[in-house]
């Protein structure tokens, strides 16, 4: 599985984007997708994830209520909509896939296809 991910940039506190991962992949919707995030000095972690076929999603404590992932079967596309954008939020973004479901979901050993990654830079 090939991933695109985009939609990244500069945002001031507050604010709000949405990233967007493209999958090149014929039976996408068995495919659980992830976001991973990277800050400098620090180590990937877990955003969020949806489940294959739709159902189910999970969040980090850090984006609860701010954040929120869905994706578009018919385009092969997972999206991240980051609201209420904080300081700390700013990171490389990674959007990953594996096949069906894994209950450790926030450990990345897990994925087995990776987005190229997206900066978000959020200034306050």
């Known amino acids: 599985v090939q991933l695109q991910a985009s939609g990244g940039g500069l945002v001031e506190a507050g604010g709000s984007l949405r990233l967007s991962c493209a999958a090149s992949?014929?039976?996408?919707?068995?495919?659980?997708m992830a976001w991973f995030r990277q800050a400098p000095g620090k180590e990937r972690e877990f955003v969020t994830v949806i489940r294959s076929q739709g159902g189910g999603t999970y969040y980090t404590d850090s984006v609860k209520g701010r954040f929120t992932i869905s994706r578009d079967n018919a385009q092969n596309t997972v999206y991240l909509q980051m609201n209420s954008l904080k300081l700390e939020d700013t990171a490389v973004y990674y959007c990953a896939a594996r096949q069906y479901w894994h209950v450790s979901y926030s450990d990345a050993t897990n994925y087995a296809s990776w987005g190229q990654g997206t900066q978000l830079t959020v200034s306050s």
């Open positions: 992949v014929r039976t996408f919707r068995a495919y659980s």
